[in-house]
């Protein structure tokens, strides 16, 4: 039978180092994470380390209900989409060529989620999703065009309304009044990314779950 080889890597940086871990190895845990979340039928063999696996990790709930399906022929909130895409940790770029950019040219995005071999090109008409095609990092030309499309988020802690206020109210909790000035407390309370921001993961879920 066919057997599912997954890669689990561990941060490249130090427990509460003032460095975020590498964006690769961020897309490589977080692809892993959905497929293990939504593909569950599958026989799979997870090649990791003892410190990734020692590690916490989000819980299910929010891998399960972060992954966006795309359909071509539906409409979707263009912006909505774009700011989603930024909370998810994507970064806009001016063209894509590594996983977890997206870039907007007109009625394109391009995006290369994570958990995807290749980048595609959603071309809309209007709000509607009108084409969704492959394309080529070097060429950038499109290629086979697929109906539909699955994005994962990049990071494992994604900076939204909820996650914030848990993150605000445990930093509270944790720190006092002492750490309202704190320029981490300060820029995700802004729902800005702060430069190791991840180190403190915790404290943006009520629990999180193992590997």
Request: proline content about 5%.
């Amino acid at each position: 039978p066919f057997i599912e080889v997954l890669e689990f890597p561990a941060w490249d940086c130090l427990p509460y180092d003032r460095v975020s871990p590498n964006k690769e190895i961020s897309c490589l845990r977080m692809s892993t994470l959905t497929k293990l979340t939504l593909n569950r039928t599958k026989k799979t063999l997870i090649i990791s380390t003892v410190n990734a696996i020692s590690q916490r990790i989000p819980p299910k709930e929010f891998v399960k209900s972060s992954a966006l399906l795309l359909h071509v022929g539906k409409s979707y909130d263009r912006d909505q989409l774009i700011t989603q895409l930024v909370q998810m940790g994507y970064s806009n770029s001016s063209s894509v060529t590594e996983r977890g950019e997206f870039a907007v040219r007109g009625s394109i995005v391009d995006i290369f989620p994570p958990n995807m071999g290749a980048p595609t090109r959603l071309d809309f008409f209007g709000n509607q999703l009108d084409q969704c095609k492959y394309f080529d990092i070097d060429s950038q030309l499109s290629e086979k065009a697929t109906s539909s499309i699955l994005l994962c988020p990049v990071s494992e802690f994604v900076i939204n309304e909820a996650h914030i206020k848990f993150f605000r109210n445990n930093y509270r909790h944790t720190f006092g009044s002492n750490g309202l000035t704190d320029t981490l407390y300060i820029s995700i309370s802004s729902g800005l990314s702060y430069l190791g921001y991840e180190h403190w993961g915790p404290m943006f879920y009520k629990k999180m779950d193992t590997l």
